[in-house]
């Protein structure tokens, strides 16, 4: 039954194809004369200050109440959100959980989210711009149309994109600075991610994937996959090896693994780090499990190193490979045995540092810290972590530390694109 006239609000513009519900939710308000801040507070009075990322914890009773004042389908509005997914990205959402691939935005609590995306030329080449809820996946990286990378966060101030709090009551633009987001431009990705997100999206469009040995799969069972795997790669003891790896074998993979901040889960790194965590992970996933056990194995990963960074449930076609293919790690090394590493560094010429020490003896027990000797106060040129900022004042060397942090970047990678932009010379691929 339709709504009567008298209860519709002035201001209903339509749902737009593939739009996000929080995008559409913005443009309500601004329709109306509101933020989206002041639309949500009327809806739910007593409710937070702020509304929580809607195309997620948009709840049925506030979906209900937009789709008898706009008179858009409550089917429609649902699309528009999580809901979409459910069974085909993730099992189940029970708006505690984190959901693979698909981030927090905005804020939560006093974390800064960068699950929303967007591309600045579609919006600027939009007749009403507007967010698509694909830009959410976050191993969507690159816009298929123009083959730059997806913006996560203001290019101004670095802060996440959130529609829901910006001021202004029409366009997108950032909510901390104002800027408008038409007139950014993403940057050119340092690889080819084109081919892999759309294959995952059609595995999601699909509902299933084909894993080797294991048969037929649920979709979210093998995105589910492919996070374990890109996790790995993103962080943890073994990423730099399994990095170099992939990228020794496979050539359009190939990007220096020192250029790719690391982190405990993929879904934190900036697009352009994620676009090649996800490739590699794709790359391991294909003739399943024997590509991923012939890197595990080559970079010397045991299965304890595998399980011990997962503590939640794990698909059956990961688990049986890991514990199947990948056998313990070999018993520590004794007291004894480290001595002698120390002694061989020594023979060398090499002094025993804690770091020269693990690089020899593969481990980082705790005797090897009683054993090493200091290192130097100061690296030599070239060599320190920020080396890039050698010859810098400390004042600056630390502003530009927080500066690449908070864009979500190594030094480096950040002072590249900050001298090249101070230069005017056009942006390359980090390979």
């Excluded at 040995?213 to 995105?223: I, K, M």
């Excluded at 020899?360 to 030599?380: M, N, Q, S, Y």
Aim: hydrophobic share 40%.
């Amino acid at each position: 039954m339709l709504p009567a006239a008298d209860d519709l609000w002035p201001g209903r513009p339509p749902l737009l194809e593939g739009e996000s519900f929080s995008s559409w939710f913005a443009r309500v308000a601004g329709a109306n004369g509101l933020r989206p801040t002041e639309l949500y507070r009327i809806l739910q009075p007593g409710g937070d200050r702020n509304p929580r990322d809607l195309d997620r914890y948009g709840d049925i009773h506030l979906l209900g109440t937009m789709a008898e004042k706009t008179g858009v389908s409550m089917p429609a509005l649902e699309q528009s959100t999580f809901r979409r997914w459910a069974g085909w990205a993730f099992e189940r959402d029970d708006g505690l959980v984190k959901l693979d691939w698909l981030p927090p935005a905005g804020r939560e609590k006093a974390k800064r989210c960068f699950g929303q995306q967007v591309c600045p030329l579609c919006l600027a080449e939009d007749a009403v711009p507007h967010l698509r809820l694909e830009w959410r996946l976050s191993f969507l990286t690159v816009c298929p149309t123009h083959g730059r990378l997806l913006l996560d966060r203001c290019p101004t101030c670095n802060e996440p994109l959130s529609v829901l709090r910006q001021e202004r009551r029409d366009g997108i633009c950032c909510w901390s600075c104002g800027a408008d987001v038409r007139t950014f431009a993403g940057d050119v990705p340092p690889l080819d991610a084109i081919p892999v997100q759309e294959d995952l999206r059609h595995t999601l469009t699909l509902g299933w994937r084909q894993l080797g040995e294991y048969g037929p799969v649920y979709s979210f069972t093998a995105l589910r996959i492919i996070t374990l795997i890109a996790r790995l790669i993103a962080g943890g003891a073994h990423a730099y090896a399994l990095r170099t790896w992939i990228s020794a074998r496979e050539p359009s993979l190939a990007v220096p693994p020192e250029t790719l901040p690391r982190a405990r889960d993929g879904a934190l790194l900036t697009p352009r780090a994620r676009s090649v965590v996800v490739a590699m992970a794709h790359h391991l996933l294909g003739d399943w499990p024997n590509r991923f056990v012939e890197a595990a194995r080559s970079v010397g990963m045991a299965r304890i190193h595998v399980r011990s960074n997962f503590s939640d449930a794990l698909p059956f076609a990961f688990v049986h490979a890991v514990d199947w293919h990948l056998k313990d790690a070999l018993a520590p090394a004794s007291r004894q045995e480290l001595a002698s590493a120390k002694a061989v560094l020594e023979r060398r010429g090499v002094k025993p540092t804690y770091r020269n020490l693990v690089d020899l003896a593969g481990t980082r027990r705790k005797p090897l810290k009683a054993l090493a000797e200091l290192a130097t106060e100061t690296a030599p040129w070239g060599k320190g972590r920020y080396w890039k900022l050698d010859g810098v004042s400390a004042e600056v060397k630390a502003a530009a530390r927080l500066a690449a942090h908070r864009s979500g970047e190594n030094v480096g990678v950040w002072l590249d694109h900050l001298v090249r932009k101070e230069l005017k010379m056009p942006s390359i691929r980090v390979s």
